[in-house]
């Protein structure tokens, strides 16, 4: 998984492996619901949902419910969302957040600052932004996980991401899946933040490796191939 990879599907002759992180892994949960060839799916500090709407049980966020829904107010006023958004993809800026939310602070260098940036750049980035933060959160991870009952699913988690912390909602409910769904497997990643698999690859490595080594090898004589998505 490069850098700016946050998620892929692959496979080898007709059964594949996915794995996804943060927003990423809506998709390709809801994909492996109904793909019956998919053979193994690993989460990344998953999010609760494209917005922290999804989350309406967690005190916190009831707390927070009436900044969120003026925050929307405010992002669908085009002046304000503009300036919103020239002031988050501004560099400094940018390279102050992604430092909040990496354990290794080496990581986050002018190349890092650059991937993120770049997309901000393009027509629609600001539309997209918008989308984002004030349209539906989509199905939340209570509602699709049961749905992968028969899959081998690995979650990985830095225990120092602040924006999906392993003690709030998303992460309690990922934490206690292994007793409740024996299919799922956890591992913290000590250190680590919001970003894992850049943040300390070799730690995700360590973990992911093995795991996709106990899957089944597939057929003999099939042709692999692996596609990657960005999202």
């Not at 102050?96 to 027509?123: C, H, M």
């Amino acid at each position: 998984m490069g850098r700016a990879d946050t998620g892929f599907l692959g496979g080898g002759g007709q059964e594949a492996h996915g794995a996804c992180r943060e927003l990423g892994w809506k998709p390709r949960v809801r994909h492996c619901c109904i793909r019956e060839a998919v053979r193994g799916l690993v989460l990344l500090n998953c999010a609760g949902g494209m917005n922290n709407k999804a989350i309406v049980d967690d005190w916190r966020i009831k707390l927070l419910l009436p900044l969120l829904w003026l925050i929307d107010f405010l992002l669908k006023q085009r002046p304000i969302a503009s300036a919103l958004f020239n002031r988050v993809k501004n560099r400094d800026n940018l390279k102050d957040i992604l430092l909040s939310v990496y354990g290794n602070k080496d990581a986050v260098d002018d190349e890092l600052v650059e991937i993120i940036r770049g997309p901000a750049d393009t027509e629609g980035a600001l539309d997209a932004f918008v989308s984002t933060v004030t349209g539906p959160p989509g199905p939340s991870p209570i509602a699709l996980m049961p749905r992968l009952a028969d899959l081998p699913v690995l979650v990985l988690w830095g225990d120092r991401d602040p924006f999906t912390p392993i003690d709030g909602p998303v992460g309690k409910f990922f934490s206690k899946l292994p007793s409740e769904l024996p299919n799922v497997t956890l591992y913290m990643l000590e250190g680590v933040g919001h970003c894992p698999h850049d943040d300390r690859p070799d730690l995700v490595h360590d973990r992911l490796l093995p795991w996709l080594e106990a899957l089944l090898p597939p057929a003999a004589g099939a042709v692999t191939t692996t596609t990657t998505t960005v999202v």
